[in-house]
């Protein structure tokens, strides 16, 4: 669908620039977001090696596994039909716990894994376990209580303060965390009706 909505949205803005004689504008602001992209990237680079790098050593340590100790009793919670051992709760641990440190590029991989391995669980693939329901949404909640991806775009930006968006990034992610686990539960126990 966006393959289709974006070449839309570039066509448009090419004929308007032409019929409102602003094609020099548009030119330079074509090669300033060029510009702007890639310093971006780069300084995304940097941040998504560091945090993977991370997670690949706590990965690989007893770090994670004290990790996965700690949240077992709200993994409990949220997940009831996972298994305490079971590799896809490690793998959602990590996720978590890689979105709870605002390294969401890094948590990206580890929630696909996560999903990948529930899937394989799954005794009807072509159907949404509650497991995996409640794992995205708590992915799309994203619990954060450092957002390094947010602080890294403001202070890229030129931000005076760029740090200075982490309480309501904290208020802001719980709230959509309990509403969206709220609701999942109650849809949960509806269907199981």
Known sequence: MLNIIWPIFIIISFIYAIFSGNVEKLNNSIF???????????????????????????????????????????????????????EANKEMSMNIVANILGLGNAATPLGLKAMKTLQKQN???????????????????????????VIAIRSSLGAQEPTKIIVPVWIATICAAIAGIITAKIIIKKVKK
């Open 32 to 86: 300033e977001s060029a510009k702007n992209a890639v310093e971006l990237t780069i300084i995304f680079f940097g941040t998504v090696c560091l945090w993977n790098g991370i997670m690949q050593i706590a990965k690989e340590t007893t770090l994670m596994e004290k990790i996965t100790k700690i949240l077992q009793p709200v993994m409990k919670i949220l997940f009831p039909n996972i298994e305490k051992n079971d």
């Open 123 to 149: 005794e009807k693939k072509d159907t949404l376990t509650d497991t995996m329901m409640m794992f995205i949404i708590i992915n799309t909640a994203s619990i954060q209580l450092i957002p390094t991806t």
